[in-house]
């Protein structure tokens, strides 16, 4: 059902995304999907959380440097972006533009966690770079910084994340997490 939910999704956009249709697409009955969502938005929240984790996973390779696996991050979310969990993030997000349930559940739901793993991974990353803790307030603050670009790309341009956009990015914010946590002598 979720796989339906994507795939309906991409094919036909937010508007014409129906439980008829999901449940046709899925071979099940409206009722089956009724028991487990409320509604599509609710089904679409489901199939962000369990396809974006995987996606968005934070990974670090010990043999690359911290440029290097900022950077693979970031390729990870552009390519995120264009799959279809991504159009379902920029789906929920416009719908919730105008329905403030649907942006009160992705806030308290995908985009927190999501914030979470970033701001985690983020820190385990810097950590090894500046070989010192980063205060949360400026992680938060390099986290928008680092992730921003990107969706900014995305959500207002409906253009692609480009490499140079990736790489500009990473170089930046980690020249500003040098800056913000010099190495202690």
């Known amino acids: 059902m979720l796989h339906a939910a994507d795939d309906l999704l991409v094919e036909r956009g937010f508007a014409g995304l129906t439980i008829e249709g999901i449940a046709q697409r899925a071979g099940v009955a409206k009722q089956t999907i009724y028991r487990w969502w409320k509604s599509k938005v609710d089904i679409l929240l489901d199939t962000l959380a369990d396809d974006a984790r995987e996606a968005l996973q934070w990974r670090t390779d010990e043999a690359a440097g911290v440029e290097e696996n900022l950077a693979a991050q970031l390729r990870r979310v552009a390519d995120f972006f264009e799959a279809p969990a991504g159009r ?98």
């Open 88 to 185: 379902v993030l920029q789906a929920l997000l416009g719908h919730a533009q105008l329905e403030s349930d649907t942006a009160a559940a992705l806030r308290a739901g995908f985009l927190k966690e999501q914030r979470e793993r970033d701001v985690a991974g983020l820190r385990d990353l810097l950590a090894r770079d500046l070989e010192r803790a980063v205060d949360d307030r400026t992680l938060g603050h390099l986290a928008d910084l680092l992730l921003g670009p990107l969706y900014y790309r995305v959500l207002v341009f409906g253009a692609p994340i480009d490499e140079e956009l990736v790489d500009s990015t990473t170089r930046l914010v980690l020249t500003l997490a040098r800056e913000a946590s010099p190495k202690v002598p």
